[in-house]
């Protein structure tokens, strides 16, 4: 053993303490360095109609606890509970289903704590994974809990809106609203799995398909431009056939779906598995977060979140037009494209006060610079401005504001409020119970401290299911099962456009781009 590493008159330590693969822990000048590196494997899984008794995948991740605890969005639970009931007892494992009410209102440190409760009353074991179903809301506040519970409990995702699908489900990111600031309040939690179930969407209401469309936007104009062609040609359609799934879509749209949604998913796990804890605060995928995040808890009813974004981006990109870094004809597409959709290009909340407020809360979240992504040359790239001058600023919000004056809605959003979605019923958030065929296979919460040999792993994407199998109708049998546990509920609960000058443009329309 060196003594090298002599501290002081009391003990000696060697230079290196330990060493392996993935630690290193050395003496330095008066101290220790550590360095750890952790491996985080998880996965993700496309499986049409995931609770088909016939699909097992999703059950075999519970089939050594024998037992699962499931938190269910109410829309998913009221819609799906009997079938998701059915899968786990076909399965012999004893389910207890949770549903769970999170509105944006209601996604704070609370709800949060609702689900560490649910955890501690089903007497979740330090590896056993809880099962998480419904969007991007009930995933991220769940995902704290787990994040928070025991330092870290793990979980299994199932979403089941596009939001959730290509966004809040492929992030690692988990978070809750504080003090009226956009998940303020968060952590990186990876789960077990997520699996990738589209038919889900055959039952999300069309302004929930139009808001989800925004993130696909956000992903395919900045990184590929193929992608963002067929996004563009057949969105409308999307929209209009939930994805594909209803109202008989022509061949061309089902394929474009499973390809969009794959791809969608691919473009966002390239870019941000390398970045997983943010250690380059350039990201892409921050495009549309830079004032959305004040604007969408600043409007009154609260924007949507795909709509939030879509004023964002559309800004963005006449900053970016403004800038000399997208062309005229890519901007009026851009913009065109968010319009045909429906998607908001302006709020009368979107104010010079809000731009500001917004630009130095985004500052100080990116570390003293803006980082502001943006759209480049023929859309499908982009670039990152590290600052922008607050004339820049002001003069692209006037400019912007006046383009959109002659577009439909003047580009207000349509359905753009989370008003639009139907109000949670006001009863008791109800446990069901389902207990395995064999009454021999229940145990005790501290007999389920098992291994998980052969999980999947190192974030591999496992296409495992395709095809028309989507239409496949959505079981619903009569439900028998015993009720208990009855809990509360997490309750649920235009300011004027500012032109402060004048701006001087040649004429309405694609005329704004005159000099």
Not at 55 to 76: G, I, W
Not at 351 to 375: C, F, I, M, S, Y
Not at 455 to 481: C, H, I, L, M, P
């Amino acid at each position: 053993m060196s003594t090298a590493g002599l501290r002081s008159s009391h003990f000696i330590v060697p230079e290196s303490l330990y060493s392996g693969p993935r630690s290193l822990v050395t003496p330095s000048a008066n101290g220790f360095d550590c360095t750890s590196r952790l491996e985080i494997a998880h996965s993700f899984h496309f499986v049409d109609d995931i609770f088909n008794q016939e699909n097992p995948e999703l059950a075999q991740k519970y089939k050594s606890y024998e037992r699962c605890l499931a938190v269910v969005d109410h829309n998913v639970y009221d819609l799906h509970h009997t079938k998701i009931s059915s899968y786990f007892k076909y399965h012999c494992i004893s389910a207890t289903l949770h549903r769970a009410c999170v509105s944006e209102d209601t996604k704070d440190i609370d709800s949060m704590l609702g689900f560490c409760d649910q955890m501690t009353r089903f007497g979740l074991s330090r590896r056993e994974p809880l099962l998480v179903v419904g969007g991007g809301l009930i995933t991220d506040v769940a995902g704290l809990a787990c994040a928070m519970y025991r330092r870290s409990t793990r979980y299994i995702r199932v979403p089941t809106t596009l939001v959730g699908l290509i966004d809040a489900s492929v992030s690692n990111r988990v978070a809750v609203n504080w003090q009226g600031m956009k998940n303020r309040l968060g952590s990186y939690h990876e789960p077990l799995a997520t699996f990738v179930d589209h038919t889900f969407l055959r039952t999300v209401p069309r302004a929930e398909v139009r808001n989800g469309i925004a993130e696909l936007i956000k992903i395919f104009s900045t990184t590929h431009s193929e992608m963002y062609s067929l996004l563009e040609r057949h969105g409308e359609m999307l929209i209009k056939t939930e994805f594909g799934l209803n109202d008989h879509p022509s061949k061309a749209v089902v394929q474009a779906a499973h390809k969009i949604i794959e791809q969608g998913i691919f473009s966002v796990l390239e870019v941000e598995i390398p970045n997983a804890r943010e250690t380059d605060l350039d990201r892409v995928m921050a495009f549309g977060h830079t004032w959305s995040p004040n604007l969408e808890l600043a409007a009154d009813p609260k924007l949507l979140h795909g709509h939030a974004i879509s004023v964002d981006m559309a800004f963005s990109a006449s900053l970016a037009f403004l800038l000399g870094l997208l062309t005229r004809e890519s901007h009026a597409r851009m913009i065109a494209h968010f319009s045909l959709l429906g998607l908001s290009l302006d709020h009368p909340a979107f104010t010079l006060d809000l731009l500001k407020e917004a630009t130095q809360a985004t500052t100080l979240t990116r570390n003293g610079l803006l980082r502001a992504p943006v759209p480049t040359g023929d859309l499908g790239t982009h670039t990152i401005l590290a600052n922008v001058e607050w004339k820049d600023l002001v003069r692209a919000w006037k400019l912007h504001k006046a383009y959109l004056q002659d577009l439909p809605r003047k580009g207000l959003g349509i359905e753009a409020t989370v008003d639009v979605r139907e109000k949670a019923a006001v009863h008791p958030t109800t446990d069901i119970e389902i207990v395995a065929e064999d009454p021999g296979m229940s145990r005790s919460s501290s007999e389920n401290s098992v291994s998980d040999e052969g999980e999947t792993g190192k974030s591999e994407v496992v296409y495992q299911s395709r095809g028309f199998g989507w239409y496949d109708d959505v079981a619903t049998s009569t439900e028998s099962n015993k009720m208990e546990n009855k809990t509360p509920d997490i309750k649920i609960e235009p300011q004027e456009m500012e032109m402060e000058e004048e701006v001087e443009y040649q004429a309405r329309g694609f005329g704004w781009y005159g000099d």
